[in-house]
């Protein structure tokens, strides 16, 4: 049975957030028909990873403090994904090769150029697809993480303050 105190409460806040930007970003991608590059892809595992571990520590509480702390990990972890694509998106450091413009492209010969073409789909890094106030998906998404980064610091240091109390 879940017992909804105030820590718990805080819990469920947090993972519903992490569980709304990813029914935010399948609405986006099966519905509307924006597909995302690697690092959008890359961007949703945290937010999967603290849905699991939220729901984990609602149900038992015993590994309160452990599951609370790798939230904080995840969300930290997605925090520096989406700021290493927001990064990406404004030309500041290039991507990765597989989705991004990089210029080794005009190393291959043209066999293994249209090669790489014809067998590799490429949702590229560096273009913004979709805007909302002018920050792009990846953006909103630092800006989120960043926020639940700060959120997800103050329940952990409350679990583990109770807990040495």
Same mark, same amino acid.
């Given at each position: 049975?879940?017992?909804?105190?105030? /820590?718990?409460?805080? +819990?469920?806040?947090?993972?519903?957030?992490?569980?709304?930007l990813?029914?935010?970003?399948? $609405?986006?991608e $099966?519905?509307? *028909? !924006?597909?995302?590059c690697? !690092? =959008?892809? @890359?961007q949703?595992l945290p937010h999967?990873a603290?849905?699991l571990? *939220?729901?984990?520590?609602l149900?038992n509480?015993?590994?309160?403090?452990? %599951? =609370? #702390?790798? =939230?904080? !990990?995840?969300i #930290?972890? *997605?925090?520096? %994904?989406?700021? $290493?694509?927001?990064?990406?998106? $404004?030309?500041l @450091?290039? *991507?990765?090769?597989? =989705?991004?413009?990089?210029?080794a492209?005009?190393?291959l010969?043209?066999?293994? #150029?249209?090669?790489?073409i014809?067998?590799t789909? %490429?949702?590229?890094?560096?273009?913004?697809? @979709?805007?909302?106030?002018?920050?792009s998906?990846?953006?909103?998404n #630092?800006?989120?993480s960043f926020a639940l /980064? %700060?959120?997800?610091?103050?329940?952990?240091?409350?679990?583990?303050? /109770?807990? +040495? +109390?």
């Open positions: 049975m879940i017992i909804l105190n105030s /820590t718990n409460q805080k +819990i469920l806040g947090l993972l519903l957030c992490s569980a709304s990813l029914i935010t970003v399948l $609405y986006f $099966y519905v509307l *028909g !924006l597909l995302p690697k !690092l =959008c892809l @890359w949703r999967a603290i849905v571990l *939220g729901v984990a520590t149900i509480n015993s590994y309160r403090e452990l %599951i =609370c #702390f790798g =939230c904080l !990990l995840a #930290f972890l *997605g925090l520096l %994904i989406s700021g $290493y694509h927001v990064g990406i998106e $404004y030309k @450091w290039p *991507g990765p090769v597989s =989705c991004s413009v990089n210029n492209i005009n190393t010969t043209p066999d293994l #150029f249209l090669e790489s014809l067998k789909p %490429i949702i590229r890094c560096d273009e913004v697809k @979709w805007l909302f106030l002018n920050i998906m990846a953006g909103w #630092f800006l989120i /980064t %700060i959120f997800w610091s103050h329940v952990t240091l409350n679990v583990l303050r /109770t807990k +040495i +109390i």
